[in-house]
């Protein structure tokens, strides 16, 4: 399907929303890959209806044919509240909020909410990097070397895939930069500067899909976990608490 005939759709959407909420509408935007103006002739359409409405969300999703829509309906407090969480895959998931492009917003409402995803406190930025190294990243270690350990080196490949998955929303936290989709986590981490030692040998694995050798895949693991550690240290992050039992 053709961008135009989504973008028809997208306006009978918005028509329908319009003539069922009214004036509890307060803006309506397409975002995901439509938004960002990315969308293949594949690509489905996502439209996010905010409301003035308080505590509301649910969502329409349904395929007609050659298509496929997904209409979110949110409150604006839960998306303000959404939008203000910084979490250790916010490189991934706040994109939606940078790239909207209005259908109906005669406030400039979705301008005002990329302002405020853009300018959270760094602190919030600095727990949630750190809070990735150790919730995710040094299990991750743990894992790996458990499976080379034991001899359970199936597993290796999926590993290898998260960890660096891990290691792009670390280059992402570091720089607060949002990656356009998940299929270009790992490309667009790659052209970030300040990355981990080891990243981009990981990467390459992981992008052209050579992780049968284990030993290979190990040794690249083992790499990018010391470059981690380096890179933590150069950019004063922590992954230790100062006392051995913290509560």
Not at 102 to 117: C, M, R, S
Not at 223 to 235: C, I, T, Y
Request: proline share 4%.
């Amino acid at each position: 399907m053709s961008r135009e005939s989504r973008l028809e759709i997208a306006e009978e959407i918005k028509e329908r929303v319009l003539e069922t909420h009214g004036e509890r509408v307060k803006a309506i935007g397409i975002y995901g890959s439509m938004g960002r103006g990315s969308d293949g002739p594949y690509s489905d359409l996502e439209v996010r209806c905010v409301l003035n409405s308080a505590g509301e969300e649910y969502n329409h999703e349904w395929s007609a044919g050659a298509w496929k829509a997904e209409v979110n309906f949110v409150s604006e407090d839960i998306l303000l509240e959404d939008v203000c969480t910084i979490e250790g895959d916010w490189p991934l998931t706040h994109g939606q909020f940078l790239s909207v492009l209005p259908l109906y917003d005669p406030d400039g409402f979705f301008a005002n909410l990329k302002q405020t995803a853009i300018s959270q406190d760094e602190a919030k930025f600095r727990h949630a990097l750190q809070a990735l190294m150790v919730e995710e990243m040094f299990e991750y270690a743990g894992k790996w070397r458990n499976a080379g350990a034991r001899g359970t080196e199936s597993f290796l490949p999926a590993l290898a895939v998260k960890t660096a998955e891990a290691g792009a929303m670390l280059i992402g936290l570091h720089h607060r930069t949002c990656y356009s989709t998940g299929a270009r986590v790992l490309s667009e981490a790659l052209e970030l500067p300040n990355r981990p030692e080891g990243f981009d040998r990981l990467c390459q694995l992981v992008m052209t899909g050579q992780l049968s050798e284990s030993e290979s895949v190990l040794e690249a693991l083992e790499v990018f976990w010391e470059g981690v550690n380096g890179w933590a240290a150069r950019n004063g992050y922590t992954m230790t608490e100062p006392r051995r039992i913290p509560f």
